[in-house]
């Protein structure tokens, strides 16, 4: 073959290539505010490689971490942001219905919370997200909610007493909070270290994954594995983003949140089975023993309150929720 007809068949192949369609990929943004290690983490990795696996590549799960959970539901409602994987802590201020999962002492365990938000009361719940220009996708979780603070061994409810304790931005944590006189100071989770460092809070609540995770052991000595709230977490993305899938990529996208749903799930458990030992490891003072029910009665006032400004009727089927 002559050199100019090997050119010309070059020629023709790259031309040939030209004309062929490229396969278009589409980035789908999931922020969440914890470390990559972290159940929040293991849940966004696991939708990440199943749903770009099921979509063959065309479709990217660009996974980004931001500390400020109300700023990513914004960026989602907006479409900046396709998705939030996250606490419904800030979530109440955009989708009221779901406070009462917010409620002291609302969940026996484990087994009761997820078997209620995977039951037709967590379908129902999902369902208020679109007329607030959100898609509730499916319930995932942070876990059982502790008392960490700098000041004292916390053993009863008096103990909490003038404690400045960081809260998310929810008015039912707060309220809980404030009945049991401590002073609640509601702040973005990115502003958490740095308060606990220079004294601006005593204290803060959240489940042992999230303790272990951000090493807050570090700027707290005490811990009292109170349990006082259950903490579900949340997979939202943006209707437009949602809306534009076929079907097919859909249903992929759906078998991905299950996914992350169980990946998350199975990281919380290994945490919570781990993390209390953990976190006596790295030198903190644990308090093992609680005594719920001296803690539920000091918060009656604000239960009383919130059987009247939540969905009370919602509440008792929560609370009266067995398996089949």
Request: net charge neutral; charged share 20%.
């Amino acid at each position: 073959m002559t050199l100019t007809r090997r050119a010309a068949l070059a020629a023709l192949a790259v031309v040939g290539l030209a004309a062929a369609p490229a396969v278009a990929q589409t980035t789908i943004t999931l922020q969440h505010p914890l470390p990559s290690s972290s159940h929040y983490g293991a849940g966004a990795a696991a939708l990440k490689e199943s749903f770009e696996r099921a979509t063959g590549g065309r479709f990217r799960v660009n996974i980004q971490r931001n500390d400020n959970e109300r700023e990513i539901v914004e960026s989602v409602q907006i479409g900046t942001v396709e998705c939030y994987l996250g606490s419904t802590g800030p979530v109440g201020n955009f989708v009221p219905a779901v406070r009462v999962l917010d409620v002291p002492f609302l969940f026996r365990d484990y087994a009761h919370a997820r078997g209620v938000l995977d039951s037709d009361i967590g379908q129902q719940l999902l369902g208020q997200f679109q007329p607030r220009g959100l898609v509730g996708v499916i319930w995932l979780e942070n876990g059982f909610r502790h008392l960490t603070n700098s000041r004292r061994e916390v053993n009863a409810p008096s103990d909490v007493r003038g404690l400045k304790v960081r809260t998310m931005e929810n008015q039912v944590h707060m309220r809980a909070f404030s009945t049991l006189g401590a002073l609640p100071t509601p702040m973005a989770f990115s502003e958490l270290v740095p308060a606990l460092q220079q004294g601006t809070v005593d204290g803060q609540e959240n489940p042992i994954p999230v303790i272990v995770a951000n090493n807050l052991n570090q700027v707290q000595r005490y811990l009292t594995l109170t349990g006082h709230v259950y903490s579900p977490a949340i997979l939202i993305c943006n209707p437009a983003m949602m809306q534009r899938l076929s079907a097919a990529d859909r249903a992929a996208f759906m078998e991905a949140a299950r996914a992350a749903q169980q990946a998350n799930r199975d990281k919380v458990t290994a945490d919570e089975n781990s993390g209390i030992e953990e976190l006596r490891r790295r030198g903190m003072q644990v308090v093992t023993q609680v005594d719920t029910a001296a803690f539920q009665q000091a918060l009656a006032a604000a239960f009383a309150q919130y059987e009247r400004e939540l969905d009370g009727a919602t509440l008792r089927r929560i609370r009266d929720w067995r398996p089949n």
